[in-house]
């Protein structure tokens, strides 16, 4: 069974599936201030752009990370 889980800052929706991760840490680096696994929630989309969220998800090697745009 899949745990998708959602983070949302109003304007888009990061979805997060764990089953797919594999962990290599380029949201961390990219994006401290939004993915910080020692917290909880440990993503925080309120605190980059929408724009820069967009750019980071791209770039997540396994696709652990996707997201969709709240207003489509």
Do not use: D, F
């Not at 109003?10 to 599936?17: A, R």
């Not at 994006?31 to 724009?51: D, M």
């Not at 967009?54 to 997201?67: E, R, T």
């Amino acid at each position: 069974m899949e745990k998708i889980k959602e983070y949302t800052n109003g304007e888009i929706t990061i979805i997060w599936n764990p089953e797919l991760c594999i962990h290599s840490g380029v949201c961390v680096r990219a994006l401290p201030q939004v993915y910080n696994p020692k917290e909880r929630p440990w993503v925080k989309p309120e605190n980059a752009t929408t724009e820069q969220l967009k750019v980071q998800i791209s770039q997540c090697p396994s696709g652990a990370l996707s997201y969709k745009m709240n207003n489509e």
